[in-house]
Structures are given as structure tokens and as C-alpha cells.
């Protein structure tokens, strides 16, 4: 069985403060691979970012950067300078197989 | 462009009445996948499919009904055996590598239905 848990269900903050979603996940496979998602007020799911078990090297993009641990099983990602267009329920995500095993959310508010 | 489309965005279902969500996808993805959300709650996998006229179950299939006659159409028809149909319902899809090796393969995602009951 496999398990993703986001403990944060909402977190606030002010435009231009940094903010880190928490994701620990369980599974018994060592083979597996970690999603983060976005999802806006309009619906869809964005694809962020993929990463396979047997890389553990974290990774920036722009103002996104995810922390891997696996020893803590954790896949962190933090917002650098959040923007009011951040603002959307961001979901992490695990898969071994054809499943993806998603978290519940974390709703993310960034005021102007 | 490419992309999924959902259709329609919102959905009203009256008892006893079965409806139909549509998802059609141009990227010539091979799997395409169902999954509920509800408010405050992941997204569970109501049904999947890898190739044409194949389809598995996922966790939450009761009630639900899919077809899969072409590589790019997907419908779910959610029956009035689903008694608690009202959720935001999302198509996604993905290559299909190799057999066996698509979970590595980013699943990308319509922009949903929103069903509710009258």
C-alpha cells in the first residue's frame, strides 16, 4: 500500500514571503516516483514536477525548488517569493505503477 | 493546441438518471484515467485504460461505467447506483513508454466536470 500525506490543509501568507508545502509519503516499492501538481481556481491539474526514487538531488526551477529526502521519505517543495498567482491547492503525488496515490492538498492563499 | 477536453464543464443529474462526462484527448496518449475529487480530498481513481477496449478499476468504481472504443475518447458514465454522485470529476492521460513503464510519464489533466444533483 502506498500513502501521501500533506499535514498542511491551508497556509496564508503575504506576496513576497517564502513558503514550504510539507509531503511524506509511504510505500513499500523501491522503484516509485513523486509528482508535485497545481491546481488554480479553474480546475486543472499542472504537472511541476517528477522525480524518480533513486534521485535524490534536489531541484530549482524559477522560483520553485523541491527538497528530496528519502531517508525522512519527504518531497518538500517551497515557493520563493510567492506571487498572488500562486495561490491555488498544490497536491503531491506517488506512484509505483499505473496509480497515482495523491495527497490531500494543501490550499495555498497569497495576499497582495 | 494539444490537450484533454472535458465536456460538459457542469452537470446536473436528476434521481434515477444516469449521466454521461466526456473526455477527449489529442496528444495520442495511450492511458487515460477518471478520478474523483471532493472537497478537501485527493483525487481517487475511479477507472483507468492503457490500450482500446481495455479498462481496470481503480479504487472507487461503483457506480460508475467506461467505455474505451477509440484511443482518444474516454466517457464515464456515472449510473444512479452512485448514490453520492455530486464531486468534481477530472480526465487525465499519459504515454504508455513500454508496457509496464508509463508510471514514470507525467499524467496531464482536462479542465474537469463539475457534477451536481438536482
Known amino acids: 500500500a502506498q500513502k501521501v500525506t500533506q499535514a498542511q490543509t491551508e497556509i496564508s501568507v503575504v506576496e513576497k514571503e517564502d513558503v514550504t508545502l510539507d509531503c511524506v509519503y509511504e510505500?513499500?516499492?523501491?522503484?516509485?516516483?513523486l509528482f508535485w501538481y497545481k491546481q488554480p481556481p479553474s480546475g486543472e491539474l499542472v504537472f511541476l514536477i517528477r522525480?524518480?526514487?533513486?534521485?535524490?538531488q534536489n531541484e530549482i526551477s524559477g522560483r520553485y525548488s523541491w527538497n528530496f529526502q528519502k531517508s525522512t521519505s519527504s518531497f518538500n517543495f517551497t515557493i520563493t517569493a510567492s506571487q498572488v498567482v500562486d495561490s491555488a491547492v498544490y497536491f503531491c503525488?506517488?506512484?509505483?505503477?499505473?496509480?497515482?496515490?495523491f495527497g490531500a492538498g494543501t490550499t495555498v492563499t497569497v495576499r497582495a | 493546441d494539444g490537450g484533454i477536453t472535458q465536456s460538459p464543464k457542469y452537470l446536473f443529474r436528476k434521481e434515477g438518471q444516469n449521466v454521461t462526462l466526456s473526455c477527449e484527448q489529442n496528444?495520442?496518449?495511450?492511458?487515460m484515467y477518471w478520478y474523483r475529487q471532493d472537497p478537501g480530498q485527493g483525487l481517487r481513481l475511479i477507472y483507468y485504460s492503457q490500450i482500446v477496449n481495455d479498462f481496470q478499476k481503480g479504487d472507487i468504481a461503483e457506480g460508475y461505467s467506461v467505455s474505451r472504443e477509440k484511443k482518444e475518447s474516454f466517457p464515464l458514465t456515472v449510473t444512479s447506483a452512485q448514490k453520492n454522485p455530486t464531486a468534481f470529476y477530472l480526465c487525465a492521460s499519459n504515454r504508455l513508454v513500454d508496457r509496464g513503464a508509463f508510471r514514470n510519464q507525467p499524467q496531464h489533466f482536462g479542465d474537469g466536470t463539475r457534477l451536481s444533483i438536482l
Open positions: 522525480r524518480n526514487s533513486f534521485d535524490e
Open positions: 510505500t513499500r516499492d523501491t522503484t516509485y516516483y
Open positions: 496528444l495520442n496518449h495511450d492511458a
Open positions: 503525488a506517488l506512484t509505483n505503477d499505473y496509480k497515482l496515490s
